[in-house]
């Protein structure tokens, strides 16, 4: 079974174009974030939540709305995309807090063309 | 704001050289975590360091936390084609609540 699972794997989407991510954990953690990986490979925080709280909101742009409707899910809702929003969004878990090691989701490939 | 620059971005090595990539923050760490990236792949948890000058080892993968918890260091011996990913730092800082991770180093062996 996998531990952190998102879905889709790849998204190829118009600019302009709303889309979601889905993202589940089976590990019982109390702790989901997520990460947008860029084309140079850097790794930066969008979102955290713990408990179906919001306890990190990184200077996102408001088209990006994180939900969670529980505490093992925890999905990404992007409005009116744009060219700049293409990258890999990476899914996390940890058991309590970012002091813990992470768990990651294999990763959603976004293309905005 | 809190930093972590890790170098160098990316080495070439031939396989059974020996590759080692170095971490520092701007500010003291309550600990430093380790992961590795396959290309393609998802960051995998490699390990986490506490203590001031605290070693560690995983087989050929030795790790090493600074006496002033300001950086960490991971060293290869022996590449292998296997090692071939991304490796990255990541420090928490108690102070901000946050996990910073560096660039990353990419690692290239040639067999």
């Known amino acids: 079974d996998t531990a952190v699972s998102q879905t889709p794997k790849y998204l190829v989407t118009q600019m302009g174009n709303d889309k979601s991510i889905k993202c589940e954990q089976n590990l019982g953690h109390d702790t989901m974030y997520w990460y947008k990986q860029d084309s140079k490979k850097f790794l930066k925080i969008m979102f955290s939540y713990n408990n179906k709280e919001l306890i990190i909101n990184e200077t996102v742009p408001n088209r990006f709305s994180p939900k969670s409707p529980d505490k093992a899910h925890l999905n990404l809702h992007i409005n009116s995309l744009e060219l700049g929003d293409s990258a890999v969004y990476f899914c996390a878990s940890s058991q309590r807090s970012l002091r813990e090691k992470l768990f990651f989701g294999s990763g959603t490939q976004l293309s905005v063309l | 704001g809190q930093q972590v620059m890790q170098i160098p971005q990316y080495q070439h090595v031939q396989e059974g050289e020996d590759f080692t990539t170095y971490c520092n923050s701007s500010?003291?760490?309550?600990?430093i975590q380790w992961y590795k990236q396959r290309p393609g792949g998802h960051p995998v948890f490699l390990i986490q360091?506490?203590?001031?000058?605290e070693v560690k080892k995983q087989k050929r993968l030795t790790f090493q936390f600074g006496e002033a918890k300001k950086n960490s260091s991971l060293h290869i011996t022996a590449t292998q084609t296997t090692d071939v990913g991304t490796y990255f730092c990541a420090g928490f800082s108690g102070n901000t609540g946050k996990l910073i991770f560096g660039q990353g180093t990419t690692l290239q062996v040639k067999p």
């Open positions: 360091l506490v203590k001031s000058g």
């Open positions: 500010t003291t760490l309550s600990n």
